[in-house]
């Protein structure tokens, strides 16, 4: 490809490919400054509310542990356990025999995460410290990928407001915590980066790899597929075809667990059968988990933690909805035409509002507006242009929402 000092406009996809001057060495210190940055400051943040994890310098892996990291940890040093409730393998638990489980063991917990945690321990690191290391350099990591991706044109204190957007999105403590959200969130990050340059045989690999950590990286994954097929309308039946094809091959996440599992436990679909365990699913409407939890405040995940948290959970939800939406608009209003859509700006708008609404039809009672919306997290860059004074104060919002949750997690109360 030829480097010219002038920035091009492709006519067909509307993309912009950046100047000479955006891949030096200096702006590349600057991205990185700034992705240090936006990490320290989302850090400090989700911590502000619990004294013992707010020194960022302190790195203690038991400090950001829930009940699903022990499960990880389990998994990254034993491997996934599958077997009926009452086996010899898998005797049955007070729990299961209260839910009336048929099936036990840890197969619900995706394996990406902790294999990677075994393959970084191999290496000498005890496995929780790998486990919290790969986090936070996933998240560092993915900082810098929306930097150069989509911020590199901007100043640097638009890029970090916008970088802060992203770091603080809800759901944003789990992006630092013992889980595989940060590094499932990279994963998908990268796919809409790979692919809004068409590099769609890196981004099926990617998006493959997101939905082995992390299981609303499916949502995602429907959602870039959407978005290839869209933005190829205009190109052709028969490219419509081969981009449908490789966003459909982001689900192959699918195939590789349906295979692995039917080889170790002799049921692909064990992890479909512990996830949807009884007592996993509230009953009801798609959507009516949401409005209970805005309006009632009084879901699986609202009623340990107390009015307050409860709340600012209620409002989280809402964020992440409004935020999703402004993306979208931001995406296609400006070029409302679909010769015209840049696939820069509708890939990551149509990915929030895949993993908004794939969240919002799954009705799961644990785990969903807590940490799992936080992959609708890519949308943030299609308000890259907002006004300053709309980014700054999306940052109070989020940033604030963000120390509640924090404060809950940390205290025991989010799980």
């Known amino acids: 490809m030829s480097i010219s000092g002038t920035t091009r406009r492709s006519s067909r996809s509307g993309s912009t490919s950046l100047p000479e001057g955006a891949g030096s060495r200096s702006s590349v210190v600057t991205g990185v400054v700034l992705s240090a940055a936006a990490w320290l400051v989302s850090r400090t943040v989700v911590t502000i509310g619990w004294g013992p994890a707010r020194n960022p310098f302190q790195f203690n892996p038991?400090?950001?542990?829930?009940?699903?990291?022990?499960?990880?940890?389990a998994i990254a040093e034993h491997g996934r356990a599958f077997a009926r409730c009452g086996s010899p393998s898998e005797p049955a638990d007070s729990l299961a025999r209260l839910t009336h489980q048929t099936w036990c063991g840890n197969a619900g917990w995706l394996p990406g995460y902790p294999w990677l945690i075994h393959l970084v321990g191999s290496a000498g690191l005890s496995l929780p410290d790998a486990g919290l290391l790969i986090s936070w350099v996933a998240m560092a990591g993915t900082l810098f990928v929306v930097w150069w991706g989509w911020c590199r044109d901007l100043s640097p204190g638009r890029a970090l407001l916008v970088l802060l957007v992203f770091g603080l999105f809800p759901g944003a403590v789990y992006n630092f915590a013992y889980f595989p959200t940060s590094l499932a969130l990279g994963c998908v990050v990268g796919a809409v980066l790979a692919a809004s340059r068409q590099h769609l045989v890196v981004g099926a690999v990617l998006m493959t790899l997101g939905g082995l950590c992390y299981p609303s990286a499916l949502f995602a994954a429907v959602g870039l597929a959407v978005g290839l097929v869209l933005v190829a309308l205009p190109l052709g039946g028969g490219t419509v075809v081969r981009r449908g094809l490789w966003g459909v091959a982001g689900l192959g996440s699918l195939l590789v667990l349906g295979v692995h599992d039917q080889i170790a436990f002799g049921h692909a679909d064990?992890?479909?059968?512990?996830?949807?365990?009884?007592?996993?699913?509230?009953?009801?409407?798609?959507?009516?988990?949401?409005l209970r939890m805005v309006f009632s405040r009084d879901t699986f995940e609202q009623k340990p933690i107390g009015r307050d948290s409860a709340t600012a959970l209620a409002v989280q939800g809402v964020v992440a909805v409004v935020l999703s939406l402004a993306a979208a608009v931001a995406a296609v209003v400006p070029t409302w035409r679909p010769r015209q859509w840049d696939p820069s700006r509708v890939y990551p708008a149509l990915v929030g509002l895949a993993v908004i609404g794939g969240i919002l039809v799954d009705q799961a009672t644990g785990g969903a507006w807590n940490r799992s919306v936080v992959l609708a997290a890519p949308c943030v860059v299609c308000l890259r242009r907002f006004p300053v004074a709309v980014l700054a104060v999306t940052v109070l919002v989020v940033g604030s929402l963000?120390?509640?949750?924090?404060?809950?997690?940390?205290?025991?109360?989010l799980v």
């Open 270 to 290: 064990a992890f479909s059968l512990m996830d949807t365990a009884p007592g996993l699913r509230a009953p009801g409407f798609p959507g009516e988990n949401f």
């Open 62 to 73: 038991f400090l950001w542990a829930r009940w699903d990291s022990i499960n990880y940890l």
């Open 402 to 413: 963000a120390a509640l949750m924090g404060h809950a997690f940390f205290g025991g109360l």
